[in-house]
């Protein structure tokens, strides 16, 4: 028997886990089995052609949020073309109402519902014999004409899983994101999630999951993602992971959901200890807001919340995430925007701006009457208004979303908009609010950017909002140029400094003093100092403002930008130093 497994992944850089587990898992009574894996944004006939190629005698599809629409238009077309084709769907999306989902799609020959590792290894074994066994728990089947359902199973004992990787798989996702899990479940109840839905938290031991991780180290992962629901939920399971992991001598980049009010004084200390770049933490906050946690039964505990971020983005070794989501209930606009504020304040590294999903299962879609909320029929069930936020409001936040992920978690304006807010007397929020107002007033929010028209935009909006301040808000914008597109875009519009030339040349011919600032500086050609080196004026202080946030005030300075490293270095420059080489 010959069995495929696929899945239709959102990005071309993700890869299935869950397929991984189910191959290795029922290799033990199968050996023919294949993975294939696509995404979303392949063509439906392109997919169709290529599973047609393999012929499989079973095919297992994993449903998701983000493929189910497109999984069930694939399997309707795999029926006409592979009639024989055994079509087993799984996955989150069809484990809570798989009766409906096989009545209305009679290509869907099977559901297999919650962890589906030990029944669809019963089910191969079934569909191989001649005595199929009548009943299979976790299971949703036909029998003649009636649709036969079962309860979502789970894997009691993790360790009974094989590993899910082997050298064949690590070297074929060279270029994608490598996920990981050292346990299942969640004991959290939140109204929106599904992941408390399954009863208790289970885990991998110890030495198999520190085996694994050594594969991943051996074999030079570039990152890998643990899944774990909540990665820090027990001491004596993750602390002795996250010591193996920072003693490791490897590059590879971990990635963990945790909670932030579990980490202990003893732990962040060690966090902020850890090799640099070796940790990535994400950590839900959704709201601030206490009525809002309250209603979906979240307990978070914000001031230590706070602390905790605080303590670990004092280290500046771990790269931080923080998720917020809008269309909670009880948070209109204005509350939603201090629940970004209070984040926004920390400065992660990102701010995921989430927009809440009505999941099949979840507690939250059963109270949507309660809370007037009006949501998409399909998937992604996304939230379009409620009680509290109109669809005028959320689709204001949608762009908020946009912006923030274009000036803020890009990278790229994060200097200007640490600078902005500050002139919005730090109300991030508001910021945010009236730069989305003027995107769509000039139709910007409807075309896609290039990050050189963002500098343009950026300086408009200032001249539009705070015109007394857009010369210093250019020279943010220049400043952003030289950091961040490490010179590579420099907008003409931008008052660059050609009036110093002389100056500049005069200063890389005199050794001594260039000395005093790059002490292992040579003259050599004027093409290496132009591809290692920037010096540049500014009218005001940008540094300084950076290491101490007072206001910002007119005072020219001369800043010397080192491109050697991978990371943009800046240092300023003496005006004595500078300016003697004029005539
Ligand atoms: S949102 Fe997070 S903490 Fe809450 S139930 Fe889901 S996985 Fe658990």
């Known amino acids: 028997m010959r069995i495929v497994l696929t899945t239709l992944n959102a990005k071309f850089i993700h890869s299935s886990l869950a397929l991984r587990q189910l191959k290795q898992y029922c290799l033990r009574v199968c050996p023919d089995i294949v993975v294939k894996e696509y995404t979303i944004n392949n063509e439906l006939s392109h997919i169709l052609g290529d599973l047609y190629r393999e012929t499989p005698d079973v095919l297992g599809l994993a449903c998701y949020i983000w493929n189910i629409d497109y999984t069930l238009a694939l399997v309707r077309l795999l029926k006409k073309v592979l009639p024989q084709t055994i079509i087993i769907l799984g996955g989150p999306e069809v484990s809570f109402d798989p009766d409906e989902i096989m009545r209305a799609n009679p290509a869907v020959d099977y559901i297999v519902q919650g962890e589906g590792e030990e029944i669809l290894a019963k089910l191969l074994v079934d569909l191989g014999s001649d005595q199929p066994s009548s009943v299979i728990e976790g299971l949703t089947q036909r029998i003649g004409n009636v649709v036969v359902s079962s309860k979502p199973q789970t894997i009691a004992e993790l ?226 208004a409620n009680k509290y936020l109109t669809y005028g409001e959320i689709r204001r936040l949608k762009i908020i979303e946009e912006l923030l992920n274009q000036l803020y978690n890009s990278g790229r304006f994060r200097t200007t908009c640490q600078w902005l807010v500050a002139s919005y007397q730090q109300d991030a929020f508001r910021f945010y609010h009236d730069l989305a107002d003027y995107w769509e007033r000039r139709n910007l929010h409807i075309i896609s950017h290039s990050g050189k028209a963002l500098y343009q935009y950026l300086s408009d909006f200032c001249q539009d909002q705070l015109s007394e301040q857009s010369g210093i808000c250019q020279q943010f914008l220049k400043f952003e140029a030289l950091t961040f597109e490490r010179g590579a875009t420099r907008p003409a519009f931008l008052p660059w400094d050609n009036q110093w030339e002389e100056e500049k040349n005069s200063f890389w011919r005199d050794e001594a003093k260039a000395r005093q600032y790059l002490p292992e500086y040579r003259f050599t050609t004027w093409r290496e100092i132009k591809n290692n080196y920037h010096l540049e004026v500014f009218s005001c202080n940008i540094p300084d403002y950076l290491k101490t946030g007072a206001a910002i005030h007119q005072e020219t300075t001369i800043l010397l930008f080192d491109y050697r490293g991978r990371q943009t270095c800046y240092q300023q420059i003496a005006a004595a130093d500078f300016r003697s080489g004029r005539r």
């Open 159 to 384: 360790d009974t899983l094989p590993f899910p990787y082997d050298d064949k798989a690590i070297a074929e996702l060279k270029d994608k994101i490598i996920y990981y899990e050292s346990s299942r479940g969640c004991p959290f109840s939140c109204e929106y999630c599904l992941s408390g839905a399954s009863p208790g938290v289970r885990f991998f031991t110890l030495e198999r999951v520190l085996d694994d991780l050594a594969f991943f180290i051996r074999h030079d992962v570039r990152q890998v993602k643990f899944v774990d629901r909540t990665f820090n939920l027990r001491r004596e399971h993750y602390w002795p992971i996250l010591r193996f992991l920072a003693a490791a001598d490897c590059r590879t980049n971990f990635h963990f959901e945790i909670t932030a009010e579990l980490l202990d004084n003893d732990i962040l200390e060690f966090l902020r200890q850890v090799p640099h770049g070796r940790f990535q933490l994400e950590i839900g906050i959704q709201s601030t807001n206490a009525a809002t946690l309250a209603a979906v039964s979240r307990k978070n505990d914000w001031p230590v919340i706070k602390k905790n971020v605080d303590t670990l983005q004092s280290g500046g070794n771990i790269h931080l995430h923080l998720d917020l989501i809008a269309g909670l209930p009880s948070e209109d606009y204005w509350r939603f925007g201090q629940s970004f504020n209070d984040v926004w304040h920390l400065q992660p590294d990102m701010l995921q701006l989430g927009f809440l999903k009505m999941l099949k299962g979840s507690g939250l879609r059963l109270q949507a009457a309660k809370h007037g909320y009006i949501y998409m029929d399909a998937a992604p069930y996304e939230v379009l």
